[in-house]
């Protein structure tokens, strides 16, 4: 996958069962966000992205993917109704992990309406020695392509906790 290419096409469920597919939202920004349950910079970032997510307009969506083999449909529900999650989908084989080449939660990609990854990474600038964020890395690529031009910042290391493949 590379920056400023076509963003590869995919189809899951949701934990209701309705399958989703990526290009079902063409026309859309699309954040699409590598999540888990149990990690605590997902719960952290999750507080973060519904902030911003509510003031952007109806032409962003949120494709919440957990592709961890560890946690059940179960914790995945209620984990994403306690944080208000819009909708969470189901990636227990991490086929659409291994395809975007996520490695943490939360891993997360901007891809504009015409269906172009714009920008892949960390949420924010946080660090070990840097707690509390400075940047919103997720919201200044969102706001850019909301304004029409493309992000300035298109990529940054992602971190959290590491993807769990295998059970």
């Known amino acids: 996958m590379e920056i400023n290419h076509p963003a590869p096409d ?10 989703h597919r990526l290009s079902d939202y063409r026309g859309k920004i699309v954040i699409i966000n590598f999540w888990s349950c149990e990690c605590p910079y997902s719960e952290r970032a999750d507080k973060a992205i519904m902030s911003m ?48 080449e996520a490695q943490t939660t939360p891993h997360v990609y901007v891809i504009d309406r ?11 600038d946080v660090t070990f020695r840097q707690r509390i964020p400075s940047r919103f890395f997720l919201g200044e690529a969102v706001e850019a392509l909301l304004e029409g031009h493309l992000p300035a910042l298109t990529e ?11 059970v």
Do not use: H
């Open 10 to 19: 995919f189809e899951l469920p949701d934990l209701e069962g309705k399958f």
């Open 53 to 100: 997510f509510v003031q952007w307009p109806n032409d962003v969506v949120m494709l919440t993917i957990a592709a961890n083999r560890s946690e059940n449909v179960e914790a995945l529900r209620n984990a994403a109704n306690a944080r208000s999650l819009p909708m969470v989908m189901l990636d227990a084989l991490c086929f659409v992990a291994d395809l975007y």
């Open 114 to 124: 015409d269906g172009i990854l714009r920008y892949r990474g960390a949420v924010d």
């Open 156 to 166: 940054s290391p992602a971190y959290g906790c590491t993807i769990v493949r295998e």
